[in-house]
């Protein structure tokens, strides 16, 4: 099916199983340990790698000397680029050569990896492999190298820049302008499962146990490093331990693991240490945000710019798109948006937790209450005075829109109407206490997806798929959709996922995920029905599904009657011209009360909702908790998280997570999300939208909109700390 018009009534739409709190499947095994993740997949016979780091930022490397790290106990193999395979190339997207040259391009790059009988007797070794190096100047700092930021020109996402109408001249002109920058600081996904792949062959067949969230995608990056056929690569990643998009693409252990079991003929598993994950594999690279803003002495916006900055190694093209939600959230004749990519000597930059929206949201949304301000208009107001009836920028209708809804709503549950406008003037005992609030917007993608479906003589259903699980539910999700559309019980239906030997899935990432994979599901349970129906001799379009049953008028039939030896049908979803004929978004609202410490400059986040609309909800349960989970991440970005460079090395000082900051327990307290009903019959047969990363997108605004409501510092340079804050507080008379 190819989405290609809206879908009109059906099988969902009778309230169901689909949408109710369902708890997880899968919980059980994973309480108890019976979730098997990449590592822990056990294997007769396996050899342990250890990957050596790079120790400078830029250079060649001199001289390598291995004969020590080769005879130490166990020691089987130590590979380097001297005895590397020659490996296809290409961005990180598309490939992951490792040890091809002497050439250093960042820190922490794999220099060598060391093979022996056992993860201890492989770390030891590797500490006695001898790299000597030749130096040379890096760019490592973003700010710095400001001046040789390109227009990047990816080839699978938004144009860099757009623009609308004449910015500069209607800017000039407006009668209230706000001109401000932002900054947001490099971070890491800090995923609690680290990278990890257990590798081996069988004839010129590669078997890989690895935790990678899009499995089809990782198959063709393997193939096309490793020089071999897609179809003799098998990757197999039933449950992984978060993402976050640090598993969207192939890293390094994967393709180590894979050259070195091939050398050894014996299986090799490897596993990152969280020292090495920050260096090894992806992050999040900060940005440099310039939002202009010019209204009528009204509110209403007339002209909206926002440009931004972002680094990446000179061989890459992903740039952090943190404009891209400021052309569709509001409405403005006049726009301007342009992202510029510096060339950088770090790792590599890619996706993590809604990127784009989640660092730009914490600039256009701060401004966006700066300017309410200077205007003296309620945030939720000037917000509401600058809904569009279109996309602003593409000039097409929205599939959906309930954004004044959300923030309707939350203002309402809220108890936005006790806010004292002044910063200031609220306190608790020696706690300056504010509110704040923020809009929040994530784009609805869907992606090519397919399914197997098969009843079997005894009832169950067995659902088939590359889809990954995260951790986010699509075991249970998956579950429910096809207990309704077959008329099970959800225990009589069986879902196997993670194996690209199954049909081709889109996996999990970008908030595509349940939307895709589901509506791959539904069609082959449309088809297994149709199949069923005629088989009952029944009309399908009449036929109800039941308590294990078909039934038409008068007639019913078990469907363990039907199917003989067993009945199975595929179904397929592709994006279609909706994709284009519609501006497709999830919304939401978010409101923070915080409390600072007037002496300390301590921020205490007091309470916290976020109210969203996303389509048909497929599971009350596993989207509250994805909202949550998404709202604590704006917490850590907000007031946590920041991985501090050494601008002189390339080097991450706090690479592990003692040092790298994420909010704990005790730094969340009340945290609510609720969902507004919602159908979007333009988004996908489930009339559902993504979740998963909508809870972060202007969580993190809304604290620190709540901060300076609290005590009057704006603290423009995230995340907010006490350093800057003690600095920037009000002088207590």
């Not at 059906?10 to 708890?23: E, R, Y």
């Not at 798109?321 to 509001?330: E, H």
Request: charge should be neutral; charged fraction near 20%.
């Amino acid at each position: 099916m190819e989405m290609d018009s809206p879908v009109g009534p059906n099988t969902l739409d009778t309230q169901g199983i689909v949408g109710k709190p369902v708890d997880r499947v899968d919980g059980r095994l994973k309480v108890t340990g019976g979730a098997r993740y990449a590592y822990e997949t056990q294997q007769h016979n396996v050899l342990y790698g250890f990957v050596v780091e790079a120790s400078i930022g830029k250079g060649t490397i001199r001289s390598i000397d291995t004969r020590a790290a080769e005879k130490a106990p166990g020691v089987v193999l130590v590979l380097t680029h001297r005895n590397a395979p020659a490996q296809g190339a290409g961005n990180h997207r598309e490939a992951q050569p490792v040890l091809t040259s002497s050439q250093v391009t960042h820190y922490g790059q794999p220099v060598a990896l060391v093979v022996a009988e056992s993860f201890e007797q492989a770390r030891a070794a590797a500490y006695l492999v001898d790299v000597k190096y030749d130096r040379s100047s890096g760019k490592y700092a973003l700010r710095a190298n400001l001046k040789q930021a390109r227009v990047p020109k990816p080839s699978d996402a938004p144009a860099a820049d757009s623009a609308v109408g004449d910015f500069a001249a209607a800017f000039a002109g407006a009668p209230m302008q706000l001109d401000v920058t932002y900054t947001t600081p490099l971070q890491s996904h800090a995923m609690m499962e680290p990278h990890a792949t257990l590798a081996m062959w069988d004839g010129d067949k590669l078997i890989l146990h690895t935790a990678n969230q899009m499995l089809n995608q990782g198959q063709q990056a393997i193939a096309t490093t490793l020089k071999i056929p897609a179809e003799n690569i098998r990757l197999i990643s039933p449950f992984i331990g978060g993402g976050f998009g640090g598993k969207l693409w192939v890293n390094a252990d994967a393709i180590l693991a894979a050259i070195a079991s091939r050398k050894l003929g014996r299986p090799v598993k490897i596993a990152l240490p969280r020292q090495q994950v920050f260096h090894v594999t992806t992050h999040r690279s900060d940005t440099i945000q310039r939002v202009r803003l010019g209204t009528d002495p009204d509110g209403r916006i007339l002209a909206i710019g926002h440009d931004v900055f972002s680094g990446n190694l000179p061989s890459e093209q992903t740039y952090e798109g943190a404009a891209l939600q400021t052309r569709t959230l509001y409405a403005g004749a006049n726009r301007l948006t342009r992202h510029r990519l510096a060339p950088l000597d770090i790792p590599v930059a890619s996706s993590m937790r809604a990127p784009g929206e989640s660092v730009g949201l914490m600039a256009l949304e701060c401004a966006m209450d700066e300017l309410a301000e200077k205007l003296k208009l309620d945030p939720v107001e000037l917000r509401v005075r600058n809904e569009p009836s279109e996309d602003p920028e593409k000039h097409i209708p929205y599939s959906s829109r309930h954004l004044i809804a959300c923030m309707q709503e939350g203002a309402r549950r809220f108890g936005w109407e006790k806010r004292n406008a002044k910063p200031g003037e609220v306190r608790d005992g020696h706690w300056l206490v504010g509110m704040g609030m923020a809009a929040a917007t994530r784009g609805n993608p869907l992606r090519l997806s397919k399914a197997n479906v098969r009843l079997d003589p005894d009832g169950t259903a067995t659902v088939r798929m590359a889809m990954t699980d995260i951790g986010t539910g699509t075991y249970t999700i998956l579950v429910q959709i096809a207990a309704e559309m077959l008329g099970l019980p959800i225990e009589r239906v069986r879902i196997e996922l993670g194996d690209t030997s199954f049909p081709e899935a889109a996996g999990s990432g970008g908030s595509w995920g349940a939307g895709s994979s589901g509506s791959a599901l539904f069609e082959a349970c449309n088809a297994l029905r149709e199949k069923l129906a005629r088989a009952a001799d029944m009309d399908p379009a009449t036929a109800h599904f039941t308590d294990g049953s078909i039934a038409s008028g008068e007639q019913s039939r078990k469907l363990t009657d039907l199917v003989g030896a067993g009945m199975d049908a595929d179904g397929e979803i592709r994006p279609g011209r909706n994709n284009k004929d519609f501006s497709q978004q999830s919304y939401g609202a978010h409101f923070a009360e915080v409390g600072v410490d007037e002496d300390t400059g301590e921020v205490r986040l007091r309470r916290m909702l976020g109210v969203f609309t996303a389509g048909r909800v497929l599971n009350a349960k596993t989207a509250r908790s994805q909202a949550i989970g998404g709202m604590v991440f704006g917490v850590g970005a907000a007031l946590h998280e920041a991985m501090t460079l050494d601008a002189r090395f390339g080097y991450y000082v706090n690479h592990d997570l003692a040092e790298y900051h994420v909010p704990v327990h005790a730094d969340i307290p009340a945290i609510d999300a609720i969902f507004l009903a919602e159908l979007d019959n333009k988004s996908n047969p489930l009339k559902s939208k993504g979740i998963g990363e909508l809870g972060i997108c202007g969580a993190g605004a809304a604290i620190a909109n709540a901060v300076y409501n609290a005590c009057g510092a704006r603290i423009r340079d995230y995340p907010i700390t006490l350093d800057k804050l003690l600095s920037a507080l009000p002088v207590r008379a």
